[in-house]
């Protein structure tokens, strides 16, 4: 995919989101603290920083039980400075063999999959303690990038685009182009559509969303898939998973796009039988 990434807009549009519960992140040296951070989860009330650096830490479950209570968090990552700078030199390595992991989104997967954040498990890197999953109290991915994460999504070619359009007005939109291998974001890119005359249209009709499909295709040679949602739409799912989870996303997502005699505000194309299931299973699932 062209080096046309725009990292802020993708921060913007597709971004982490806060954890579902705070916590905390420490980095140790010598079992002293030498960097720390407190992730708040969504709603909740303002309150000061980290403030132990320089703290010793001979004892993880004694430091835990003391800064649990402190900070009022859910849980905590121990992480050893050493084992992480050897980590990010390894991921931030553009390889012949690893092409996913040559973008800042994908070095920050693997990172966060060395880490253990995912499975919870502790890892040379990491000692998590407190609640379980550990990934409630990480930020969280944004659920559109877990689109093909089901035995549907393998039902699709290996290497796609998704093209993500939050519509502004009928002169306006913002757009961001993924390009995924299996399962995973392996790229993305801000599409240039300056070629195509789209201002005043609706973006929510199938054959208007189809030039912009048709233009991802010619151009990257590899089949393309779209979802346009208004602005307003997008807020309201972003702050559903904020608030509830992936899964009340993707459920309130799939009860918007079923509205009928309503003005149209969600827009899959183009939305073959797979797609439907993907998108089915997603809603239904919890």
């Not at 149209?264 to 997603?282: C, D, G």
């Amino acid at each position: 995919m062209e080096l046309r990434q725009n990292w802020h807009k993708f921060q913007r549009i597709l971004g982490p989101l806060p954890p579902k519960k705070s916590g905390l992140v420490l980095l140790l040296s010598h079992n002293r603290v030498v960097a720390g951070a407190v992730g708040f989860a969504a709603g909740a009330l303002s309150r000061s920083g980290f403030r132990d650096l320089g703290r010793q830490v001979d004892d993880m479950t004694g430091a835990w039980d003391d800064l649990s209570a402190k900070y009022q968090c859910a849980g905590a990552s121990f992480i050893d400075q050493r084992e992480l700078l050897n980590a990010l030199s390894q991921v931030a390595a553009v390889r012949a063999s690893a092409p996913a992991t040559d973008h800042f989104h994908a070095q920050v997967a693997r990172l966060r999959e060395l880490l253990g954040v995912e499975r919870g498990e502790k890892s040379r890197l990491a000692t998590h303690l407190g609640e379980r999953p550990v990934e409630h109290f990480w930020p969280r991915k944004n659920f559109l990038l877990g689109l093909y994460r089901s035995f549907f999504g393998e039902l699709f070619p290996e290497r796609k685009l998704l093209l993500v359009g939050v519509v502004n007005s009928p002169d306006s939109f913002d757009s961001l182009l993924l390009e995924f291998q299996g399962a995973e974001v392996k790229g993305f890119s801000e599409p240039d559509f300056s070629g195509i005359d789209w201002k005043g249209l609706d973006l929510f009709l199938p054959e208007t969303a189809a030039r912009f499909v048709a233009w991802c295709e010619n151009h990257y040679v590899l089949p393309a898939y779209s979802i346009f949602l208004s602005r307003r739409v997008w807020d309201e799912v972003r702050t559903a998973q904020m608030s509830h989870g992936e899964k009340a996303a993707w459920r309130l997502l799939q009860k918007i796009r079923s509205q009928r005699d309503v003005e149209k505000e969600v827009l899959f194309e183009p939305e073959p039988w797979p797609m439907k299931a993907l998108l089915r299973w997603h809603g239904m699932r919890g």
